[in-house]
């Protein structure tokens, strides 16, 4: 038997009904029953007076599977449907929201739209999912963390090369240093973190991404595992010998400070090199250097949590200089000699030194250290002779060309042929020599 007219109540509805029957039947007060049901006495008379009129349907709210007064009409309802599985086909809620308001003049919420787009059955392309990340307070001291990055992109917006801008954020407050180079890699990344020492010193620690410039994609060495270290780049190498730590995000969003930095860039600093007429690289780094990022921190720059500033002094440009190069440790033979880049370098001052350094230094010099100290070399245009060396003569071909009857001419059978006739006759001749089968 199909019932009809079926009102579904809440598990606090029938909790009410029990309790106001009882008050009914005079069991309970009406004060009891407002207590246990959490309702005020004159909210109880009304649910009694109601119930005695409509029995338990009386409990549920009068406007309980009505139509709302405030409902948009089918007429415009369809409309919108047709719309969105039509020239709005794939649009999202809040998009198709904002064009049927721009060019249908219906004004839909983005919410109305989600539930009839699911009443309606109409797929779109949603949000992906976000990891849960945890916000990271800001560092309280200037100079205790640096973010570092470099951002490829058309600065020029075709007026000249593509080329990178190596940045650098403070975490504390904000404050910007940055520089074009050709490409991002080892080089550039030293050049610009001297030019940052020699403006504001050197920080405790730098936090980068895993590019290959940054941290070493290579295999440890038996040396290495023995150790428990990993391999390093060689900016890794030379900030370590610098005494600041190096931090590696996991992910672009870790170090979220200073890509924001780039959108930013991207968006102000290429509208003002359009206005500005830049072309070139040295152009650009001239207008940067000349207030750009002054004006640009500032306007964006905030104060540090604590004041003390843990810059520390810069070294020097001997020290950096020995430090901020490409080092390669090479082996010294027997005769003083290494090679490096195929080429020989000869040591003329006498050392006892099993393996030295090779320094290729930022302003294109090459220096040879053992333990801190430069060695006198020289390069070796050629390389000696030993004078017992044995030289290998090559014989010349002397076109010898075999007569027409000769074996190799000859195929299979006719010179199996010609063996056995030779050793039928007992001759000796040139056959005799040649132990092919029978």
């Excluded at 014989?395 to 000769?406: E, F, L, N, Q």
């Amino acid at each position: 038997m199909v019932r009809k007219d079926m009102i579904e109540m809440s598990r606090r509805e029938l909790t009410r009904i029990h309790f106001i029957k009882q008050a009914l039947e005079k069991k309970i007060t009406q004060a009891k029953a407002g207590e246990l049901t959490e309702l005020s006495d004159r909210q109880i008379r009304r649910l009694i007076k109601r119930m005695r009129k409509e029995g338990e349907t009386g409990i549920c709210h009068c406007s309980r599977g009505r139509l709302s007064n405030r409902r948009i009409p089918k007429k415009i309802k369809d409309k919108v449907i047709k719309l969105c599985r039509g020239i709005y086909s794939g649009f999202g809620p809040t998009f198709a929201s904002e064009k049927l308001l721009e060019r249908d003049g219906i004004k839909i919420s983005d919410e109305t739209l989600r539930l009839w787009f699911k009443e309606a059955e109409i797929t779109y392309q949603g949000r992906k999912g976000r990891k849960h990340r945890q916000w990271r307070e800001r560092k309280e001291h200037i100079g205790e963390l640096v973010q570092m990055d470099g951002s490829h992109h058309d600065w020029f917006e075709g007026r000249g090369p593509k080329c990178v801008l190596m940045s650098y954020i403070d975490d504390a407050t904000g404050r910007v240093y940055a520089r074009f180079y050709d490409y991002e890699g080892t080089y550039p990344a030293m050049d610009s973190f001297w030019r940052y020492i020699e403006k504001y010193g050197m920080p405790q620690s730098v936090y980068l991404d895993r590019h290959s410039t940054y941290k070493s994609t290579a295999k440890p060495t038996i040396e290495e595992e023995l150790s428990g270290r990993d391999p390093q780049s060689q900016f890794e190498r030379a900030l370590s010998e610098l005494t600041v730590k190096v931090r590696h995000a996991g992910s672009p969003q870790a170090k979220g400070r200073i890509e924001r930095l780039f959108r930013t860039f991207q968006d102000r600093l290429v509208k003002d090199m359009r206005l500005e007429g830049i072309k070139t690289k040295e152009e650009a780094n001239r207008f940067i250097d000349n207030g750009y990022l002054k004006k640009h921190n500032e306007k964006f720059c905030n104060d540090p949590a604590k004041e003390a500033d843990l810059h520390r002094p810069n070294p020097g440009k001997r020290i950096l200089a020995g430090i901020l190069c490409i080092k390669i440790e090479r082996t010294v033979r027997n005769d003083f000699t290494i090679a490096h880049d195929t080429k020989r370098y000869q040591i003329i001052e006498k050392t006892r030194a099993k393996k030295v350094f090779v320094e290729e230094r930022l302003n294109g010099t090459m220096e040879i250290t053992y333990q801190g100290r430069r060695l006198a070399y020289k390069e070796i245009a050629t390389r000696p002779i030993k004078k017992n060396r044995k030289e290998v003569v090559l014989m010349k071909d002397r076109g010898h060309t075999p007569s027409k009857d000769h074996p190799w001419r000859l195929p299979y059978k006719p010179i199996r042929h010609a063996f056995q006739e030779a050793n039928r006759s007992g001759s000796e001749g040139r056959f005799s020599h040649w132990e092919g089968g029978t």
